[in-house]
């Protein structure tokens, strides 16, 4: 006869496949954020696009998008986007705002967003860049953009990703998969208005990218090969003094692991054994970061049930079924453990994380999705309500303004073929992105992570932990310092709470979701021009020192009133019909059969 202990486990395995089930939809694309914007049209080739070739033999293929009265029209600033063509079948976006403020002397920031999958023009129209897109498909100027203090770089990586790509094809993403479908594929599952001309990756799998560290390789010589070109352009911006990279979500992967290649590249570069531009590294910012899945998974459970604006999301059952299943043999973190103890270099390795990325995000992470019926990016919405609003899929959709950027492809703002073959290797779970981060710390480089409290993916519980749990040579003493209010604006409004250490700080936003740009522009950019300013988080008021500590209680415990939810303004009669439109169509699209080669894949 069975025990009880193991009657229970059986049983809750067996009702973790309805769990698994249950979680597969449109949220289980849960590090990217895809939505199929509509088209009408196939684009035509831009015009008035100028070339250099590069002493490193790189293309670059630009367009002064600012110049046609598109995005940063701030007078006297220049803009540049186009292609990095570093192979003859990689082509890669990007999009270079100059500083309004000094551009020949400030900093030269790289934005990066996450997914895997999700495109650098998320960032940049829906948080920190020069222009906000509004519901009548015109731009207005962001008077909060980064580029207020700094030179920004927004690069669409990695390749597929946004306009950038392996080659073209005429078809569409499928609402249902988020996959590239080609026309012989679609039939009848897809309206017309959205089939186009789309980027694609090589048939022949050539130049995959599938994990965070060969997507860094790639980027270092997207990066070099942009700085290459530098001096071509008609720019006020020199070549970059001091290098920032900021990144957020799947970002806690991409800083970290980038940062730690690019540190590499440069030492050699520094010594003469490689060619390049030199760069001086000087902060790493980590927006609501996903950076070690073994820590983060406690507090997905805690988050949905505990967080600090009263929101219980799902019942005691599935609480503790979360956190069963997270603690169980074989269960979420015995596998992750499996995972990190398998050397990464064997094919075997790829399946091991594979299977434990699957096994957390549907049985802990994945219940909030299937039973929460709560905002991914923001608890205090419901799930189907698109805050924020991204009108910007429309615009990029115009062919005035595919002509004025220089592409000749439709926009889909996440790539989910990308993010499949990222979750195929099992990069989700790999353990070295927190070793690099702590390895960067050490080295001295500032590093600063921001939590939207709201946030339930990458959640601040989550983000904390992380904080106090990375091994460098001050975590004593970070875990020492108290936290503080972080104030900001001429009246010193208090919009969250930092703890800081020397060059290491945690700060968590009030009353922000995913995006913190998004939802407290002006405490962002706050946050990013102190942190590149080299001054102290918290208020602004002194240089940081290597021993620069703030003081305060251990805990952050601030509560929000549900009733009192200072959300962003929303209520015009055009997104109330954006929201409405979509939601019905994500309803219908749920019900619709899979396509062909996808119902193959998942055998039904």
């Known amino acids: 006869m069975l025990g009880k202990s193991l009657v229970t486990t059986l049983g809750l395995l067996a009702a973790s496949a309805s769990v698994a089930t249950a979680s597969l939809g ?67 976006f990007f999009w270079f705002f100059e500083s309004r403020r000094d551009p020949a002397n400030d900093d030269f920031t790289l934005w ?9 023009l998320i960032g940049l129209f829906e948080e920190l860049g020069p222009c906000r897109i509004t519901s009548n498909l015109t731009s207005t100027l962001n008077p909060y953009s980064w580029n207020e203090v700094s030179n920004m770089l927004f690069l669409s990586q990695p390749v597929g990703v946004g306009f950038s790509n392996q080659g073209e094809e005429h078809g569409t993403y499928g609402n249902w998969t988020g996959t590239f479908l080609n026309t012989s594929e679609i039939g009848d599952l897809q309206p017309l208005d959205t089939i186009g001309n789309y980027p694609i990756l090589d048939p022949i799998r050539e130049g ?40 957020e ?82 269960g979420c ?23 434990a990325g699957a096994m957390c995000r549907d049985n802990v992470e994945g219940l909030y999705y299937a039973y929460g019926g709560r905002g991914t990016y923001d608890i205090r919405h419901p799930s189907d309500d698109p805050t924020p609003e991204s009108y910007y899929g429309d615009y990029l959709n115009q062919a005035e303004v595919q002509n004025a ?38 080295s001295g480089v500032r590093v600063a992570l921001m939590y939207g409290d709201a946030d339930y993916i990458c959640n601040w519980f989550g983000g904390e932990a992380v904080s106090k749990q990375v091994n460098y040579t001050h975590t004593a003493e970070f875990n020492a310092a108290g936290y503080e209010p972080f104030v900001w604006g001429p009246g010193k ?12 700080s945690f700060t968590r936003v009030y009353q922000s979701g995913h995006e913190i740009p998004y939802y407290q522009p ?39 009133n549900p009733a009192d939810y200072s959300l962003p303004p929303t209520g015009t009669a055009a997104l109330a019909a954006y929201s409405s439109s979509l939601i019905a169509s994500y309803a219908a699209l749920d019900n619709a059969p899979p396509p062909t080669a996808m119902a193959k894949m998942l055998h039904v």
């Open 26 to 92: 449109k949220d289980f694309h849960i590090h990217s954020k895809w939505q199929n914007a509509k088209r009408q049209y196939f684009p035509a080739k831009p015009t008035g696009v100028k070339t250099i070739t590069t002493p490193s033999n790189v293309t670059i293929r630009y367009k002064e998008p600012g110049k046609e009265g598109v995005c940063e029209t701030t007078p006297g600033v220049n803009s540049y986007s186009g292609y990095v063509d570093i192979a003859p079948n990689v082509h890669v």
């Open 112 to 120: 990066l967003n996450g997914g895997p999958g999700s495109d650098s």
């Open 208 to 247: 995959e990218i599938d994990t965070t560290d060969l997507a860094a390789v790639g980027a270092w010589h997207i990066l070099q090969g942009f700085l290459d070109a530098f001096p071509s352009f008609n720019t006020k911006a020199s070549k970059p003094k001091n290098f920032n990279l900021w990144t």
């Open 249 to 330: 979500s799947y970002g806690g992967h991409y800083g970290p692991a980038f940062f730690r290649y690019f540190s590499e590249q440069n030492d050699k570069i520094g010594n003469g054994s490689l060619p390049g531009y030199h760069l001086n590294f000087r902060s790493l910012g980590l927006i609501n970061a996903i950076i070690s899945e073994k820590i983060q998974i406690d507090h997905y459970p805690e988050f949905a049930v505990n967080n600090t604006y009263g929101i219980k999301a799902y019942n005691d059952t599935v609480y503790n079924y979360a956190k069963f299943a997270t603690n169980m043999i074989n």
């Open 333 to 355: 973190k015995d596998q992750i453990d499996s995972c990190i103890s398998a050397a990464q270099d064997i094919p075997a390795v790829a399946a091991i994380c594979a299977e």
């Open 405 to 442: 950027i220089g592409v000749d492809l439709n926009y889909t703002n996440s790539n989910s073929d990308i993010y499949w073959q990222f979750q195929s290797t099992g990069d989700f779970i790999y353990p070295n992105f927190l070793e690099d981060l702590e390895e960067i710390l050490s």
């Open 493 to 504: 409004v208090q919009a969250g709470e930092t703890r800081e250490y020397g060059n290491f």
């Open 522 to 560: 002006g405490p962002a950019l706050a946050m990013f021009e102190r942190v590149i300013g080299g001054l102290a988080m918290a208020d602004g008021a002194e240089p940081v020192t290597a021993n620069l500590t703030t003081t305060g209680p251990a805990n952050t415990t601030h509560t929000a």
